[in-house]
């Protein structure tokens, strides 16, 4: 009998929507996430009185072993299409993309500029050597068996395996031997996410909305420098930067992050800020007074 594993099967990893109202809300998930890593930011957005909207993007969720097969087109056309029905005269529209979920928000933006932009630890650059390699290894190795070695009883590795395949029995030897064997890493997808990142960049400039970005200040996926360059290309007159003491995962439900970040984007989303320039830091950011109720 040959085994087979179906990831991201239960239901919040389907896309969703949440509330019915004038002020409409689009949140879109990171890589290889889906709409399951957002539904707590979005229900807090809910509870605000917007209405929330989280697609999957193609080649994404159930359909992740398809991924290959997508592009950053696909991506992007995607949101397109769903951002654009969004859209009709006398509402206001938030546009929120978490990782890399935020270079395919800048994407979206650039053709139908929302009236505000969240970016959560917003994904654009990949070290020049990594781009390189996954590019070479793409074309001497289409997949990698990313747990070809893998630590079963690591804690990461489980926490992994728990999001996304949550009813597995990671000490079943014949569990192990297929993920060692099948789970493979997607290099042309990889590629396709770093083209887009760049691309994301270049349009960062043409953006003339207002913008939130909120950083992890111990980010090693998203580095905070880079992030800053990020900040400082979309205009200092329409971005407010704001860093959290924390890694890449800010929308981990039930942390101390989330709980900073969740209050930081809800008075956004409420209010907006006026951003103060820190000419020491090189950075800008809310007052904390502005930013937590």
């Given at each position: 009998?040959?085994?087979?594993?179906?990831?991201?099967?239960?239901?919040?990893?389907?896309?969703?929507?949440?509330?019915?109202?004038?002020?409409?809300?689009?949140?879109?998930?990171?890589?290889?996430?889906?709409?399951?890593?957002?539904?707590?930011?979005?229900?807090?957005?809910?509870?605000?009185?917007?209405?929330?909207?989280?697609?999957?993007?193609?080649?994404?969720?159930?359909?992740?072993?398809?991924?290959?097969?997508?592009?950053?087109?696909?991506?992007?056309?995607?949101?397109?299409?769903?951002?654009?029905?969004?859209?009709?005269?006398?509402?206001?529209?938030?546009?929120?993309g978490y990782s890399m979920g935020a270079?395919?928000?800048?994407?979206?933006?650039?053709?139908?500029?929302?009236?505000?932009?969240?970016?959560?630890?917003?994904?654009?650059?990949?070290?020049?050597?990594?781009?390189?390699?996954?590019?070479?290894?793409?074309?001497?190795?289409?997949?990698?068996?990313?747990?070809?070695?893998?630590?079963?009883?690591?804690?990461?590795?489980?926490?992994?395996?728990?999001?996304?395949?949550?009813?597995?029995?990671?000490?079943?030897?014949?569990?192990?031997?297929?993920?060692?064997?099948?789970?493979?890493?997607?290099?042309?997808?990889?590629?396709?996410?770093?083209?887009?990142?760049?691309?994301?960049?270049?349009?960062?400039?043409?953006?003339?909305?207002?913008?939130?970005?909120?950083?992890?200040?111990?980010?090693?996926?998203?580095?905070?420098?880079?992030?800053?360059?990020?900040?400082?290309?979309?205009?200092?007159?329409?971005?407010?930067?704001?860093?959290?003491?924390?890694?890449?995962?800010?929308?981990?439900?039930?942390?101390?992050?989330?709980?900073?970040?969740?209050?930081?984007?809800?008075?956004?989303?409420?209010?907006?800020?006026i951003p103060i320039y820190l000419s020491?830091?090189?950075?800008?950011?809310?007052?904390?007074?502005?930013?937590?109720?």
């Amino acid at each position: 009998m040959i085994l087979e594993l179906k990831p991201y099967t239960t239901p919040e990893h389907q896309p969703f929507s949440l509330g019915d109202s004038p002020r409409k809300a689009m949140i879109i998930h990171g890589f290889p996430g889906t709409p399951a890593e957002v539904r707590t930011l979005a229900h807090q957005l809910y509870l605000l009185g917007w209405e929330v909207h989280a697609p999957l993007l193609p080649g994404f969720g159930v359909d992740i072993v398809n991924l290959n097969q997508k592009t950053r087109h696909d991506w992007i056309n995607s949101v397109m299409e769903q951002w654009t029905a969004l859209q009709s005269d006398g509402i206001e529209c938030m546009l929120v993309g978490y990782s890399m979920g935020a270079a395919v928000a800048i994407h979206a933006a650039s053709v139908l500029p929302p009236d505000k932009m969240v970016l959560i630890s917003p994904f654009w650059h990949t070290p020049g050597i990594f781009a390189i390699l996954v590019a070479l290894a793409r074309r001497l190795a289409p997949n990698l068996r990313l747990f070809k070695n893998a630590d079963f009883s690591d804690p990461r590795v489980q926490e992994l395996f728990a999001s996304i395949l949550p009813e597995i029995d990671l000490d079943d030897p014949s569990i192990q031997g297929y993920i060692r064997t099948q789970f493979k890493l997607p290099l042309a997808a990889l590629e396709e996410v770093t083209r887009m990142g760049r691309n994301a960049y270049r349009l960062a400039k043409e953006i003339q909305v207002e913008t939130l970005v909120v950083q992890g200040d111990n980010d090693p996926i998203v580095l905070p420098a880079n992030t800053k360059r990020l900040v400082k290309h979309l205009g200092k007159e329409q971005v407010c930067y704001y860093e959290i003491q924390a890694g890449h995962n800010l929308l981990e439900a039930d942390s101390v992050q989330f709980a900073h970040l969740s209050s930081v984007v809800a008075n956004f989303a409420d209010d907006g800020c006026i951003p103060i320039y820190l000419s020491a830091l090189n950075q800008f950011q809310y007052q904390p007074e502005q930013l937590l109720k």
